[in-house]
C-alpha cells in the first residue's frame, strides 16, 4: 500500500492505501509472515543478474500497459490505532471502469463519512495509490534507481530472486519508490513488494510522512501479475507525537475490457479467447462486491 500524512493541527495526517502470492498474510514484521524462507545469498544461475533486471522491468512496463485494458473492483480501509482500539477510520469501495468513450473512470459505490481525527488525505497519496503500489521499476524508469541484487528466497510455493530498490537522485516535485521486491525466478515477474513512497515532505512546520507498504501481486489470465492485496501498519513519527496506522487496499475481479486496444506481451499480442463471455459496456457493469483475501491480518 502506499499514503502518506500532513501534519495540520495537533495531530492531523492522511494517507491512502493502494496485491496475492498465495500468501497468509498478518501483520507480524516481513520476516516472520508465514511462507517465507530465510534468504540465501547464493547468485543465480543460468543468468545474469543484470539479465534479470533487464527482464522484470520490461514486465512491469508491460502489465502496467496491459491493466490499464482492466476493469477491476478496489476497496480501500484506513485506521487509526491506539493499542487495540480503532480509532478514525476511512473506507471507500469503487468499481475502476470505463466510459462510453472509453475512458477510465473510479465509479465510487461505497463512501462513509471520514472520521480521521490524526491524518489527513493529500494529493500525493492519491499519486501513490494509483503509481507506486501497483508497480515498481520498469523499463522507463530503470535509470533511476540504483538495484542491488540480495539473494533468493521462497515464498510460500515461489521461489524468488529478491532486489533492494533506492532512488540514485530525488528531483524536486517526483515520488519514487524505496525498498525490496521478489521476483519469481520462472517467469521473471515481481510477485511481491515492500517499502515506501520516497521522499517525505517536509516544509515550515507541516509534516507530509509516508508509511511502509506491502504489496501481494496476484496472476491474472494465466499472464499478469497484477496487484491483489496491500497491507500498510506502520508507525509515524510526526513531531507532535506518533501515529500508528493500518491500511487495507484489495483489488479483485480483474476483466479484461472488451474494446478494440491490443494489449501486448513479450512483444506479441495476447488474443481474446473467441468463447469467453463478453463483458457489458461499463453503463450495465453492476458493482461487484468485495472478495476476501486468503486471512484477514490478525
Request: net charge negative.
Amino acid at each position: 500500500m502506499i499514503s502518506n500524512r500532513q501534519a495540520t493541527s495537533p495531530t492531523s495526517y492522511i494517507f491512502r492505501p493502494a496485491v496475492l502470492l498465495l500468501l497468509v498474510l498478518s501483520c507480524l514484521p516481513l520476516a516472520a509472515q508465514r511462507g517465507e524462507s530465510e534468504l540465501n545469498s547464493a547468485p543465480p544461475t543460468g543468468m545474469t543478474v543484470d539479465q534479470i533486471i533487464q527482464r522484470f522491468s520490461a514486465k512491469e512496463s508491460e502489465f502496467s500497459k496491459a491493466r490499464e485494458n482492466y476493469t477491476w473492483h478496489q476497496s480501500m480501509k484506513v485506521e487509526e490505532l491506539d493499542g487495540d482500539s480503532v480509532g478514525g477510520t476511512r473506507e471507500m469501495e469503487s468499481d475502476i471502469l470505463f466510459d462510453d468513450r472509453g475512458q477510465r473512470v473510479d465509479h465510487v459505490t461505497f463512501a462513509p463519512q471520514d472520521t480521521l481525527r490524526q491524518v489527513s488525505w493529500t494529493r500525493q497519496d492519491d499519486e501513490d495509490l494509483r503509481q507506486r503500489l501497483p508497480f515498481t521499476v520498469t523499463t522507463e524508469t530503470l535509470p533511476e534507481y540504483n538495484i542491488k541484487y540480495v539473494g533468493q528466497q521462497r515464498e510460500d510455493e515461489l521461489n524468488t530472486y529478491v532486489f533492494d530498490l533506492s532512488p540514485k537522485t530525488i528531483e524536486k516535485n517526483k515520488r519514487y519508490f524505496e525498498g525490496r521486491i521478489w521476483v519469481d525466478d520462472h517467469d521473471l515477474q515481481i510477485v511481491k513488494t515492500f517499502g515506501k513512497s520516497v521522499p517525505d515532505i517536509k516544509s515550515g512546520g507541516s509534516e507530509n510522512l509516508f508509511p511502509k507498504f506491502t504489496t501481494w501481486r496476484t496472476q491474472v489470465d494465466d499472464r499478469y501479475w497484477f496487484p491483489a492485496y496491500t497491507l500498510v501498519d506502520d508507525t509515524l513519527h510526526f513531531k507532535t507525537g506518533d501515529v500508528h496506522l493500518r491500511q487495507i487496499v484489495k483489488y479483485t475481479n480483474y476483466k479484461r475490457f472488451g474494446s478494440k486496444s491490443k494489449i501486448i506481451f513479450e512483444g506479441q499480442e495476447v488474443k481474446r479467447d473467441p468463447n469467453a463471455p463478453q463483458q457489458p459496456p461499463p453503463d450495465q457493469q453492476q458493482p461487484q462486491q468485495p472478495q476476501p483475501p486468503p486471512q484477514n491480518p490478525k
